[in-house]
């Protein structure tokens, strides 16, 4: 049952015009939601922008915020969370302009979790995909959730590489919670929503704007004891992820990669800057003594007991290759074999998921 200044509360922060900094202002200037309503304008002047009085006064908020509790009814599972709730995450409640109001879907009891963010660039190379996958299975083996932004590229690897582990994940999503963007993560996002949390601070409907998602970042960070760079360019909105995380004393840390790939360039500033050098999930464990040190015994038991298939590192023409893009006339050259023998040998660890083909003719180790 919605109590009255709940139902205040909620249609507070979803009135248009009235942000996060406007909504923290109401609340601290007033005992609660319910006086703010009943406030002068003339008050409410001195404290919020002209639109947002407007707004306030004409009740612009209420449609969208009976969409919202229909919503909310429709599944035992959707929720609404109030920064005022017992149960809205005290560890965005500290953040900056923490979101009033955020659309949850699934498993809240993960907003308690220990958590890493792993994140990275939209146009990721084969090699980061399957870096941050493998990260985010391992981290899920130690009880680690595994936060992210569900875009498509590091994202979404994350999130697959958890589910695959039968992990915990959540993705903060940058459009209404009612939306899939990307379209092609329709099905990932009914596999978070079943074993995870879908989290949005949007409105439903809310369509993919491009200047919500730098918006969520602080979310991202807020959530996260750590946040784990795999693959960004120097322009990458991971590098804004990775600034509000440093801003919150969360550790920052990154994957290197090729001087040559543009898209390591932001690993390597971070690197620089101070960010600790990630090539192993130890290296994460190491860094973060309040996540999960040891696996537990179940884990290692169904680790023992799956077969596992290794590189084989004698290949020559595997060691040839190197980690960078290569094309196979380059491997020709540097082994002095024909052509019809190495085209023959890089489909077979295509197929083994060892390469990975790439645009303009050229192949690239992955494991």
């Known amino acids: 049952m919605q109590t009255a200044e709940r139902l205040a509360c909620l249609e507070l922060a979803l009135t248009p015009h009235v942000g996060a900094m406007s909504f923290l202002k109401l609340l601290q200037a007033f005992p609660n939601a319910s006086a703010a309503w009943s406030n002068s304008s003339t008050h409410l002047h001195t404290l919020i922008s002209q639109k947002a009085v407007a707004a306030l006064s004409a009740h612009q908020g209420l449609p969208t915020l009976q969409a919202a509790l229909n919503w909310e009814a429709e599944h035992p599972d959707n929720h609404l969370l109030c920064l005022v709730d017992d ?21 809240l009891a993960l907003l308690q979790e220990p958590s890493v963010a792993i994140i ?23 009880g680690v959730c595994i936060v992210s932004g569900f875009a498509a590229g590091i994202d979404t690897a994350a999130h697959q590489g958890c589910i695959q582990a039968q992990g915990k994940t959540i993705a903060v999503l940058g459009t209404g919670i009612d939306r899939v963007y990307p379209a092609a993560n329709r099905d990932l996002a009914h596999q978070i929503s079943a074993s995870g949390l879908l989290l949005s601070e949007f409105p439903l409907t809310t369509a993919p704007i491009a200047h919500n998602f730098p918006r969520r970042n602080r979310i991202i960070a807020g959530l996260s004891q750590a946040i784990v760079v795999v693959e960004a360019t120097l322009e990458s909105g991971s590098l804004i992820t990775a600034r509000l995380g440093l801003e ?34 130890n290296d994460i464990l190491e860094e973060c003594p309040r996540l999960p040190q040891i696996r537990p015994v179940n884990e290692l038991t169904k680790e023992k007991n799956t077969p596992t298939t290794c590189i084989n590192e004698s290949s020559s023409l595997l060691k040839a290759m190197g980690f960078d893009p290569i094309h196979p006339d380059q491997l020709v050259d540097k082994l002095g074999i024909s052509a019809t023998d ?25 494991t």
């Open 248 to 281: 919150m004393n969360k550790e920052v840390m990154a994957v290197p990669g090729s001087i040559h790939n543009p898209h390591s360039k932001g690993c390597h500033a971070l690197i620089k800057q101070g960010a600790k050098l990630v090539e192993s999930v």
């Open 120 to 142: 990275g660039s939209r146009h990721a190379s084969a090699s980061g995909l399957n870096i941050a996958q493998g990260l985010a299975a391992e981290l899920s083996r130690y």
């Open 87 to 107: 149960d809205y995450p005290l560890s965005l409640s500290e953040i900056d302009a923490p979101p009033p109001l955020l659309f949850a879907r699934g498993n």
């Open 342 to 366: 190495v085209y023959a040998e890089l489909l077979q660890l295509e197929l083994q998921g060892k390469i990975a083909a790439l645009s303009g003719g050229r192949y690239q180790r992955i």
